[in-house]
Antibody, heavy 122, light 108 residues
Framework: EVQLVESGGGLVKPGGSLRLSCAAS????????MSWVRQAPGKGLEWVGRIKSKTDGGTTDYAAPVKGRFTISRDDSKNTLYLQMNSLKTEDTAVYYC?????????????WGQGTMVTVSS | SYVLTQPPSVSVAPGKTARITCGGN??????VHWYQQKPGQAPVLVVYDDSDRPSGIPERFSGSNSGNTATLTISRVEAGDEADYYC???????????FGGGTKLTVL
């Protein structure tokens, strides 16, 4: 079964740090371009960033609101994606999903994790 | 950056047809994807590349895209279709995906 499982969410103070993980199974993780998408309470979906497969360069790209504060990485030996979040702000409070385009279109996200909640509050 | 505009809400009676629009500048030149999200759940892809359906998605879900508007059509609407729906495209200028603001579908 194709599956993504996020973990690592929680409550953190403004200015603090948190690292999210996303464990993948059921597909060739090393070939996948992986993204993080977040959803603030009661709001819509917002793309956070992406990491390409190592064969495609392994490069990362980020949305403007998180650039310079968030870092995406991957460990293909562990089939795991990471999101390191530093200098957190209250506006980063959201459910964070890892996702990928597995079949069909190259940029349609057809596999999603269940999400992990991050709350930034003093 | 590229902006996608969706109506905040659409209401439809059971058994009728719901149409949810997604507006964007020359969106007809892009591939549009649609997601369904029910409360407390992760999004689910229901239409990709304007009009294709992933495996397991009912034929009642269809899509079209032309000019400045893409449309998700849900035929013979059921109570279980009540959800938020989001359109998404890839913005080639920023090399980022962009989501619409979402439309809440209410089944009367």
């Amino acid at each position: 079964e194709v599956q993504l499982v996020e973990s690592g969410g929680g409550l953190v103070k403004p200015g603090g740090s948190l690292r999210l993980s996303c464990a993948a199974s059921g597909f060739t993780f090393s070939n996948a371009w992986m993204s993080w998408v977040r959803q603030a309470p009661g709001k819509g979906l917002e793309w956070v960033g992406r990491i390409k497969s190592k064969t495609d360069g392994g490069t990362t790209d980020y949305a403007a609101p998180v650039k310079g504060r968030f870092t995406i990485s991957r460990d293909d030996s562990k089939n795991t994606l990471y999101l390191q979040m530093n200098s957190l702000k209250t506006e980063d409070t959201a459910v964070y999903y890892c996702t990928t385009a597995h079949t069909g279109s190259i940029d349609a996200f057809d596999i999603w994790g269940q999400g992990t909640m991050v709350t930034v509050s003093s | 950056s590229y902006v996608l505009t969706q109506p905040p809400s659409v209401s439809v009676a059971p058994g009728k047809t719901a149409r949810i629009t997604c507006g964007g500048n020359n969106i007809g030149s892009k591939s549009v994807h649609w997601y369904q999200q029910k409360p407390g759940q992760a999004p689910v892809l229901v239409v990709y590349d304007d009009s294709d359906r992933p495996s397991g998605i009912p034929e009642r879900f269809s899509g079209s895209n032309s000019g400045n508007t893409a449309t998700l059509t849900i035929s013979r609407v059921e109570a279980g279709d009540e959800a938020d729906y989001y359109c998404q495209v890839w913005d080639s200028s920023s090399d980022h995906p962009v989501f619409g603001g979402g439309t809440k579908l209410t089944v009367l």
